[in-house]
């Protein structure tokens, strides 16, 4: 094995416990020299892998995206339905968008934006895919519609489940996600479903409304 992937193997191990750093301290709250002590390896040890902050930050998004990708391409081998996916995709792209809080998106906004925007555009895109793919395999399962645009509903869908997170219409309506979220994935499934995708969701209603609630 060359040096580099012995080097990019040791990065990877330690790459879980450095976001976990960074999600619960924020990153402006943390010098290299704390992490390397709450890491318990030396700051040479850490300056092994990276030049600097900046670039460290950068590649714990980066080990951040490469998770997402994964964790969406293995639901996407899983031998279900596209609602089944869907709700599956859906779940982890919530718990995704719970994990980042305000702090870090705030501190990435403000002292580290270059990073932030690629990330988030190619997030952004990434699931778009996802959830485009999701759309033309239920097309060709036959449970939903073939004359829906499934660019424009992968939009549609995508950008009304990440404004679902705005605390802000949760307070107003006196309700909590789990509740919007049911209405959402519901009226979507119903907007483009053939009538064997209704039958298939209705029969699976009670299920999928127990599965959402499970949903933290």
Avoid at 9 to 26: D, H, K, S, T
Avoid at 79 to 84: D, K, Q, S, V
Avoid at 186 to 206: C, M, Q, V
């Amino acid at each position: 094995m060359e040096k580099s992937d012995t080097q990019n193997e040791r990065f990877q191990e330690l790459a879980e416990p450095i976001r976990e750093l960074f999600y619960a301290y924020g990153l402006k709250n943390l010098s290299m020299d704390e992490l390397s002590s709450k890491l318990g390896i030396s700051k040479r040890t850490l300056y092994t892998f990276v030049r600097n902050k900046e670039e460290l930050i950068e590649k714990i998004f980066l080990y951040e995206e490469s998770k997402v990708n994964k964790l969406i391409e293995d639901f996407e081998k899983q031998p279900i339905n596209a609602i089944e996916r869907l709700l599956k995709i859906s779940q982890h792209i919530h718990e995704e968008i719970k994990r980042f809080n305000p702090m870090i998106q705030f501190e990435m906004k403000k002292y580290y934006s270059h990073i932030f925007d690629a990330f988030m555009e190619k997030k952004r895109l990434f699931v778009f895919e996802g959830m485009k793919i999701n759309i033309l395999q239920g097309i060709a399962e036959k449970i939903y519609r073939d004359d829906i645009n499934a660019d424009l509903v992968a939009t549609i869908y995508l950008n009304s489940f990440v404004e679902l997170h705005n605390a802000e219409i949760c307070r107003i309506l006196d309700i909590n996600f789990l509740q919007l979220f049911e209405v959402l994935f519901e009226n979507h499934i119903r907007a483009i479903s053939t009538p064997a995708g209704l039958a298939y969701f209705e029969s699976r209603k009670n299920e999928i409304t127990a599965y959402i609630n499970t949903i933290k």
